[in-house]
């Protein structure tokens, strides 16, 4: 990943702003190294520093109390532009999940290339993290996330659709191989 003075500002942006966060799961590790593995996934397919910077604030509009307005100060319109297209609502109800990931899916399908990139590395990584936290059953990975298998395979298909038919960069390949596998798992899991 390449270094910048505005990548170092980013880096401690997400510490500080995830600092007393734990990401969910059987085994809990502190939030932000979910930014820091997005930011390295994305930089295998950009060198643009405000995608980089995007997928590590990717979070930070919807788990923190820093702002759209503040994120544009610190980092500019168009890192601010890629998290908000990208960010879910802060609100969520467990009993409606697949609803809340229709409109969701609504919204990111008017996303820039360089959003749907970021979430694509997003997406990997938490595919990838179900998989090695989960790999023994699924019912253990239910009872610590919402919505059901066949909802959570119908959203990440609709997404797979989304990044298959807009991005043409290598980085839907790399989704594609890692949707495979949480497929298997979904289906051989149980």
């Not at 759209?68 to 802060?90: P, W």
């Not at 659709?161 to 899991?189: A, M, P, Q």
Request: proline share 1%.
């Amino acid at each position: 990943m390449m270094y910048s003075f505005r990548i170092e500002q980013a880096i401690r942006a997400a510490t500080v702003l995830h600092k007393n966060q734990m990401r969910k799961g059987r085994a809990p590790y502190p939030y932000v190294a979910h930014s820091f593995s997005v930011a390295c996934i994305s930089a295998d397919y950009t060198q643009d520093e405000d995608v980089i910077i995007a997928s590590l604030l990717h979070d930070t509009l919807e788990s923190t109390d820093y702002t759209a307005d503040e994120l544009e100060n610190d980092f500019g319109k168009h890192v601010r532009t890629m998290v908000e297209s990208i960010s879910e609502s802060k609100e969520q109800d467990s009993s409606a999940w697949l609803l809340q990931k229709e409109i969701y899916l609504e919204k990111i399908a008017r996303a820039e290339d360089d959003a749907l990139l970021v979430l694509a590395a997003e997406s990997i990584h938490n595919m990838r993290s179900i998989i090695e936290e989960y790999q023994a059953t699924t019912r253990d990975y239910l009872a610590d996330f919402h919505g059901t298998l066949e909802d959570r395979l119908v959203f990440y298909q609709k997404m797979s659709t989304l990044f298959n038919r807009t991005l043409k960069n290598g980085i839907v390949h790399e989704f594609n191989h890692v949707f495979d596998e949480y497929k298997k798992f979904l289906t051989y899991g149980s």
